[in-house]
Nanobody
Framework: QEQLVESGGGSVQSGGSLRLSCAAS???????MGWFRQAPGKGREGVAV???????NYADSVKGRFTISQDNARKTLYLQMDSLKPEDTATYYC?????????????????????WGKGTPITISS
């Protein structure tokens, strides 16, 4: 059974850094993994996605501050978050799916991916 487990959430002051990890298990194939977030009272937002060939896409709000990376052999996804701001406060979710070799769907940010973790909360204080 496919499973995604996030870790690394917590609280940090504005300007600080955090690194999230997501361990995938039970998947035969993954072509795209990503991070999404949902702030209290707001809808889900795509943060970053990465295809198995390493191609990436970021939300404008995190470009230059967040870096998505992966270890394909260990099926682990990472999100390095620097220069954190209070508006980054949210629950962060890992997601994954198979869409064809080295492919992330163009609508990933809007529609998400097929499989989801339970999320890890992050609080940024000013």
């Amino acid at each position: 059974q496919e499973q995604l487990v996030e870790s690394g959430g917590g609280s940090v002051q504005s300007g600080g850094s955090l690194r999230l990890s997501c361990a995938a298990s039970g998947f035969n194939h993954i072509s795209c993994m990503g991070w999404f977030r949902q702030a209290p009272g707001k809808g889900r937002e795509g943060v970053a996605v990465i295809a198995t060939d390493g191609s990436t896409n970021y939300a404008d709000s995190v470009k230059g501050r967040f870096t998505i990376s992966q270890d394909n052999a260990r099926k682990t996804l990472y999100l390095q978050m620097d220069s954190l701001k209070p508006e980054d406060t949210a629950t962060y979710y890992c997601a994954a799916g198979w869409y064809g070799d080295n492919y992330c769907p163009s609508g990933a940010f809007d529609y998400g991916l097929d499989y989801w973790g339970k999320g890890t909360p992050i609080t940024i204080s000013s």
